[in-house]
Structure formats: structure tokens, C-alpha cells
């Protein structure tokens, strides 16, 4: 395994004022890139690139990328985050959301291929849809409801993979494809309808605890610092993995378990209140991460028991300023 030199670049970087996105151009201007951010602010926040909006290495474009977008400079790399990725979020406008992994990826991946920029793709574990194989390998081919309400997101992200994988195969741009698994942390917003976010909001707020179905399933949570290096590794590894790889924290809890961690953490004897499993929603998740390991060197870091205080401190404090 080897890494591509270190020169500093100019990196696109589309949904670069979302959650992850955030975190990724944080990285990357620490390590002396250059950063052009490209959001629509559908989902995104200001509020999560403010503490280096005014960097002389980072430029924001306001841009929906399911529009053309022309950049006046050389790119080395083109990162696509830009999607909605939240249950509630992707499901309130699906069309658009389906269009933005479709029509908007293919529009960076033409961009890519005129500067000849490297491009990485963020896939999801919802590919897998609700899985019938346990933990995911990236040789499953999934179990999707194709005309379900979570099809738009899941549908849209593997049509996504497929046009990736043909402007490889056509030799038309350098891809590579990382599917994530379920990531936390500091900047999540309040009401994004995650699981990890649900529960810490409303046990700060002494409200009664949403769990769906029984709190059986399954999920398996890394931390986003974590996550940003093992996406910034694949970009960066050569050769080309010309396959796509799962980048997830395989340490599996059930969401009983992680409402209990919540509870003890935040100091709040709160009740649960359940509500009926939702259509779709996978009943376990955990991510064979065997590909990471070996052509990555990655590993995550953070377990769940350290990363978990400082999201709810994050959510703390950003009540506080709200």
C-alpha cells in the first residue's frame, strides 16, 4: 500500500457545508490543501464552516449540483458528499433527492474528467438496503425495496455507484467509492432525525426517548474523525482499489443499548416512548471493514464510549446558542 505524495491540491468538495463536509474541508485545510466548497445549503450550515469561512485557502460556492457547475481553475480532486442522508431529510423532497445522486454526481463526474481530477464517490451502507447477509462484505449485492419511501436514497446512491464505476471502467476519470456506515459526532444537527442525534436532543431536553420497533436493530456507529481519515486514505491510496470499500465502526449495538449509554451519559432518567418500525429500515448493520484494513491500513479509533461525550457536549452547547 502506498499514498499518493503530499503537495498540497485544490480539492472541490461538494456538501462541504454539511455535517461530514464540514469536517472534511477542516481536514484537508490543515493539511495545506486548498478548498473550494460547493452547497446549496438545502442541508447544509453555515454555522458548521464558520470557524474557517475566511481562510485564505477556502472558497464557497453557493450551487445545487443537479445544475452544471464550471469551476475557472485546475482540480487535483473532486469529493462528492452532497446528498441529503437522513431518513426524514431525503424523504421530504425525494424526487430530489434521486436526482441529486443521479444527474449531480454525473455532473461532478464530468467535471472531474475535464480537469482530470481524482473524484471519491460517498456511498452509504443503505445500499444494502435491509440486509440478508450479516456483517456487510462489499461483494453483497443488497436487499433493496426498489418502490419503498427509502428507494429515492438507496436507489439514487446505487445508480450513483454504477455511473462511477463505468467513468472507471471507460477510463474517463480516477474513482474511487466509499460506503459509510452510521457516523456521529460534533456538528450533527438537532433535528436531523438520526438515531444518535433523536436520542441525545431528547434526553438534554428531558423528553421521553424515541425507539422504533422493539430497539432490537441493530447499528454500528464510528466516529466522524475516524471516518474523514479513512475517506482521505482511500482517496489518496494507490494503486486504485477499483472497488468500493466500507468504511464503518464494526462495533455493533443494539438501539436499547445505545439509549441506555445516552441516558447514563447525559445524567437524564428519561422514559422510552416506542413507536412502529418504520417501512424498510434495516434491522441490523455492521460493516466488514477486511478491505479497509488491508488496502488502507484503517481502522477506527474512537469507540463509542469516548466519541459519544462529545457529541452531547457539542449538542450542549449548541442549545445553549440557539
Given at each position: 500500500?502506498?499514498f ?13 457545508a454539511?455535517?461530514?463536509?464540514s469536517?472534511?474541508c ?10 473550494i466548497?460547493?452547497?446549496?445549503f438545502?442541508t447544509?450550515?453555515?454555522?458548521n ?5 475566511n481562510?485564505p485557502?477556502?472558497r ?5 449540483i ?7 481553475e ?19 423532497d425525494p424526487v ?5 445522486s443521479?444527474?449531480g454526481t454525473?455532473n461532478?463526474?464530468?467535471l472531474a ?12 451502507s443503505?445500499?444494502?438496503?435491509d440486509?440478508?447477509?450479516h456483517?456487510?462484505?462489499?461483494d ?7 418502490t419503498?419511501p ?6 439514487g446512491k446505487?445508480?450513483?455507484?454504477a ?10 476519470a480516477?474513482v474511487?467509492?466509499?460506503?459509510i ?9 438537532p ?11 431528547q ?10 420497533g422493539?430497539?432490537?436493530q ?8 475516524d471516518?474523514i481519515?479513512?475517506?482521505i ?5 494507490e494503486?486504485?482499489?477499483r472497488?468500493p470499500?466500507?468504511?464503518g ?14 441516558t ?22 455492521r ?5 479497509a ?6 481502522k477506527?479509533?474512537v ?11 457539542w ?8
Amino acid at each position: 500500500m502506498t499514498f499518493a505524495d503530499q503537495r498540497p491540491r485544490t480539492v472541490l468538495l461538494a456538501g462541504g457545508a454539511g455535517f461530514l463536509g464540514s469536517h472534511f474541508c477542516e481536514t484537508l485545510l490543515a493539511q495545506g490543501d486548498r478548498i473550494i466548497c460547493v452547497d446549496s445549503f438545502l442541508t447544509g450550515s453555515r454555522n458548521n464552516i464558520i470557524s474557517f469561512a475566511n481562510h485564505p485557502r477556502f472558497r464557497l460556492i453557493r450551487h445545487d449540483i443537479c445544475n452544471e457547475l464550471e469551476v475557472d481553475e485546475p482540480l487535483d480532486e473532486v469529493v462528492n458528499l452532497a446528498c441529503a442522508a437522513s431518513p426524514p431529510r431525503y424523504q421530504a423532497d425525494p424526487v430530489h433527492t434521486l436526482m441529486t445522486s443521479v444527474v449531480g454526481t454525473h455532473n461532478l463526474l464530468k467535471l472531474a474528467e475535464k480537469h482530470r481530477a481524482r473524484f471519491l464517490q460517498a456511498s452509504t451502507s443503505e445500499i444494502y438496503g435491509d440486509p440478508a447477509v450479516h456483517p456487510q462484505t462489499e461483494d453483497y449485492l443488497g436487499n433493496v425495496n426498489c418502490t419503498g419511501p427509502r428507494a429515492c436514497y438507496d436507489e439514487g446512491k446505487r445508480a450513483a455507484e454504477a455511473l462511477c464505476f463505468d467513468f472507471l471502467r471507460l477510463r474517463r476519470a480516477d474513482v474511487r467509492v466509499v460506503r459509510i456506515f452510521n457516523t456521529y459526532g460534533p456538528r450533527m444537527q438537532p433535528d436531523d432525525g438520526r438515531i444518535v442525534s433523536n436520542l441525545v436532543n431528547q434526553a438534554l431536553n428531558g423528553e421521553p426517548l424515541t425507539i422504533y420497533g422493539d430497539g432490537e436493530q441493530t447499528r454500528s456507529f464510528c466516529f466522524v474523525s475516524d471516518l474523514i481519515d479513512g475517506m482521505i486514505r482511500l482517496l489518496r491510496v494507490e494503486p486504485n482499489p477499483r472497488a468500493p470499500v466500507n468504511l464503518g465502526n464494526p462495533g455493533e449495538f443494539t438501539i436499547n443499548q445505545l439509549a441506555e449509554l445516552v441516558t447514563q451519559l447525559t445524567g437524564r432518567s428519561v422514559p422510552v416512548l416506542h413507536k412502529p418500525l418504520p417501512q424498510d429500515d434495516p434491522r441490523m448493520r455492521r460493516p466488514d471493514i477486511s478491505q479497509a484494513r488491508t488496502l488502507l491500513g484503517w481502522k477506527p479509533r474512537v469507540p463509542l464510549e469516548e466519541g459519544l461525550p462529545q457529541t452531547i457536549e457539542w449538542f450542549r452547547q449548541a442549545s445553549k446558542v440557539a
